[in-house]
């Protein structure tokens, strides 16, 4: 088992089955979670909260949270791709 991430109200995602974590505005990404409800693969982790963050998973299931995506990505010690890393050439 991999490393468990924090995803509020003492719910935790095993690191290493997350495909992608990404805002629930966009229209595609309501599609997804509306189909995943049909087959009962939703986890809603938000607690009655707003979503604020659709966690993917290797499996189709789809995770609810109530944290942005840059918290939980913070806490999984990992920076978003759309920064760079800083790196030493000299």
Known sequence: MGKLIHIGFGNVVN??????????????????????????????ATQGRKTRSVIVMDGRQVVLSALLPETILSRAGERPAAEPQETDTE
């Open 15 to 44: 690191e290493d089955r997350i495909v992608a974590i990404v805002h629930p505005e966009a229209a595609p990404v309501r599609r997804l979670v509306t189909h995943a409800k049909e087959a009962d693969l939703v986890v809603d």
